[in-house]
């Protein structure tokens, strides 16, 4: 009898066991799910191509852990030390990946989580989620002329977003119509869509932004689907047109600093005409002379 009790509260120590194991390794990998959601999944996928960055189905295969790790916290730093496969990936996808200051625990549930092939990043769409993509999805392959121009004035801060977010002109340059207006405190995006891997991966740094200046910018301002769509049509026109590359107008910043300068130099010869040509005491001593004789 006592070995019977004995040999179930074995069982039962095992089944707890396992239970908290896999309990945690479930919670492990939803954790990884929704850190690959919010932190990952608008620039890379798992099994469905590349889009800004590289697919990350079998990641594990072709880099060691140690080396995704340090990748992942600072690709930068990799770059600049000269690590060799750091270089060439951001070579061939143009485009650096920002640093993401995560734990060892966060990057390793991230890394499981693709492991597992991405398994649950799908998620069910509510009804007014689908419409709302139905509709997007209408404004894509419509490509209408007038989606277009509302991308451009968007874009160019001509009309306001939704959520009064800053237009994407204060810091980007797209070249339209062989001129380019646009910031450059950040990247050209003249031929982003090319370069990001069209819509898919401009949808994703508009909504789901990557970069720190760009979160902190749309935080509390997210730019909407619909907006998103209208950018990306308006990308893609820009991209068909200026195949060339962009074209930033730099005469307008020489002709202001040439006009700064005129400005400057006649100000200083003006101030020069009118400056004492003798001393104080020239004027002085030429009347005493003419008295005296």
């Known amino acids: 009898m006592n070995k019977m009790i004995s040999k179930i509260k074995k069982v039962l120590a095992l089944s707890i066991c396992l239970t908290v194991f ?5 919670l492990s990998s939803q954790d990884g799910a929704n850190l690959f959601k919010t932190k990952c999944a608008s620039c890379h996928t798992v099994g469905k191509g590349r889009t800004v960055g590289p697919d990350l189905q079998g ?18 730093q990799m770059i600049d030390k000269g690590d060799p496969e750091a270089i060439a990936t951001f070579q061939e996808f143009k485009t650096p990946m920002p640093d993401f200051p995560l734990s060892q625990a966060e990057i390793k549930s991230i890394i499981e989580f693709i492991d597992g092939g991405g398994a649950g990043l799908e998620v069910k769409v509510d009804p007014i989620a689908e419409a709302l993509q139905k ?18 004035d968007l874009f160019n801060g001509y009309a306001q977003f939704v959520n009064k977010g800053a237009s994407c002109a ?26 990001l891997g069209g819509h898919a991966g401009i949808k994703g740094i508009i909504l789901m932004p990557p970069f720190p200046s760009m979160q902190e910018t749309y935080l509390n ?50 101030l020069w005409n009118k400056r004492k040509k003798r001393s104080v005491n020239y004027e002085i001593i030429k009347r005493q002379n003419m008295v005296s004789k």
């Open 135 to 152: 509709k997007v999805d209408s404004i894509i392959t419509g490509n209408s002329n007038e989606s277009i121009k509302k991308g451009k």
């Open 59 to 76: 990641i594990t295969e072709k880099r060691n852990i140690d080396w995704l790790f340090k990748f992942i916290v600072s690709s930068k």
């Open 170 to 195: 204060v810091c980007h340059n797209v070249t339209d119509n062989n001129y380019g207006h646009g910031g450059l405190l950040a990247k050209d995006l003249t031929n982003a869509f090319t370069r």
């Open 22 to 26: 896999i309990g945690i390794k479930n």
């Open 221 to 270: 301002n997210p730019v909407t689907e619909e907006e998103a769509a209208y950018i990306q049509l308006y990308f893609q026109q820009q991209d068909k047109l200026n195949t060339a590359g962009p074209i930033v107008q730099k005469w307008v910043l020489i002709a202001a600093g040439a006009l700064g300068f005129l400005i400057c130099a006649i100000f200083i010869f003006i």
